[in-house]
């Protein structure tokens, strides 16, 4: 018979990761109540609309207007979430905070449901610590607004899209269209970066006459749903109001001149960042940054790295993560010839950094969400010599070499915790 941890092993394991990050995102939310800048920046312009009648709040959440600027605050939902919240926990830090962590938390748990059904079970839930424990992680599920809570919608999008291209499970057409469907509502990264749960979908169409045949109509319904989110979005589909759409206002400013026009940072803008300027000038540069990124070691350590160089006995192990990241770069591309699907792992991580080539730079926020995929891969590039030993003991102690990578997730994960924590005195707002 099996134990009740084995029949409901998914289930607890789930419960665990949301309930642990969100208590750990809530730590020292509210430390600092008397020190408001930040919170007094990117909330006090919406605030005489949160202070309104419940009316005017569901107007705004049912409102067809996209998340297009810089703000901490535009996405229509998140006028539903803030009121609710600053009207439980008043004008503090807490209360700006709280609807951040309250969705980010799913992130690591979405996570661990994409390794488990799609990828290796057994590396499922120390997957979902490493990303809940990141400091990328920590920092936008902390600090408010929508960029934490994007890489839970980001997650959703690509577990929904892979249920349905790789399980056949026509039900996460549901949730899949749905969450495609707040794609414009939330930070502009996820408008290309939920091409990673499109494209198996897409796929399958091209290649698969029976997917085609039984996913036909729910694939039409979300065709139709979209095109009409985008029509309204767009005022009937004016190209011009597309072109700004797409751009996020200036955010990322290429597409053309005009676009830059009517975006907010339009006059901070310089000359070389215009269409006419990427190929000469800014791809180089922005390549110079995306290799200091990944080995100066930002991807996989120190979300403060603009304010403060990370220390720590730590510090060298970010060139081994990247070198372990390409081995699973590699591992994924042997193993797509039997199982296609670890073909998306290199895939959603080129994506994360491609469009950025040619927009507004490698940052953290714009670099967040081909986290889960950059990760992943490292973590199969440490079972690569552990796969190996594995196959050759004993079934009953075929696990005990990945007591080696348990280990190492979880003295990264809390130094990653401790660090972030022990310089949140210096740096509250981040």
């Not at 915790?417 to 509250?428: L, T």
Request: charged share 15%; with cysteine.
């Amino acid at each position: 018979m099996p134990t009740l941890f084995a029949r409901h092993r998914r289930a607890i394991e789930n419960s665990v990761l949301y309930v642990l990050f969100f208590c750990i995102y809530c730590i020292s939310l509210n430390s600092l109540p008397a020190k408001l800048e930040l919170f007094e920046e990117w909330a006090n312009f919406y605030l005489p609309d949160f202070e309104r009648e419940w009316k005017f709040i569901i107007d705004q959440a049912l409102s067809m207007r996209p998340n297009d600027s810089n703000q901490s605050i535009n996405a229509p939902i998140w006028f539903v979430f803030m009121k609710a919240s600053l009207y439980l926990f008043d004008k503090t830090f807490f209360g700006y905070r709280f609807p951040c962590v309250l969705l980010t938390a799913f992130a690591p748990v979405l996570m661990a449901e994409i390794v488990r059904r799609f990828f290796r079970a057994n590396l499922a839930f120390v997957a979902g610590i490493l990303l809940g424990a990141s400091q990328y992680s920590l920092s936008f599920g902390r600090t408010g607004g929508y960029i934490g809570p994007t890489l839970s919608v980001e997650l959703a999008i690509v577990l929904f899209g892979f249920s349905v291209a790789f399980e056949g499970r026509k039900r996460s057409w549901i949730p899949f269209t749905l969450f495609l469907l707040m794609v414009p509502f939330f930070y502009s990264t996820v408008r290309y970066l939920c091409a990673v749960g499109l494209i198996p979908v897409a796929v399958k169409f091209l290649f698969s006459k029976e997917f085609r045949k039984a996913n036909l109509l729910p694939a039409l319904a979300t065709m139709s749903l979209i095109i009409g989110l985008g029509l309204a979005l767009t005022k009937g589909g004016k190209i011009e109001e597309a072109l700004v759409f797409i751009s996020a206002r200036g955010e990322q400013f290429l597409i053309t001149d005009k676009t830059v026009g009517e975006g907010f940072e339009a006059e901070s803008i310089q000359p070389q960042h215009r269409l006419s300027g990427v190929m000469g000038e800014m791809i180089p540069q922005r390549l110079g940054e995306l290799q200091q990124f990944y080995w100066g070691g930002r991807r996989f350590f120190n979300h403060r790295y603009f304010v403060r160089e990370r220390t720590g006995l730590l510090q060298p192990i970010h060139k081994v993560l990247v070198v372990c990241m390409l081995l699973g770069v590699a591992s994924c591309l042997v193993q797509a010839r039997s199982k296609p699907r670890y073909l998306m792992l290199p895939i959603w991580s080129v994506l994360a950094w491609v469009p950025l080539l040619v927009t507004t730079g490698i940052t953290a926020n714009r670099m967040l969400l081909g986290l889960p995929a950059d990760l992943f891969m490292a973590m199969l590039g440490v079972c690569i010599p552990l796969d190996f030993v594995s196959r050759r003991l004993p079934d009953r102690f075929k696990w005990v070499p990945y007591t080696i990578l348990w280990a190492g997730v979880a003295i990264i994960s809390w130094d990653s915790v401790s660090a972030y924590f022990q310089d949140y005195i210096d740096f509250p707002n981040l």
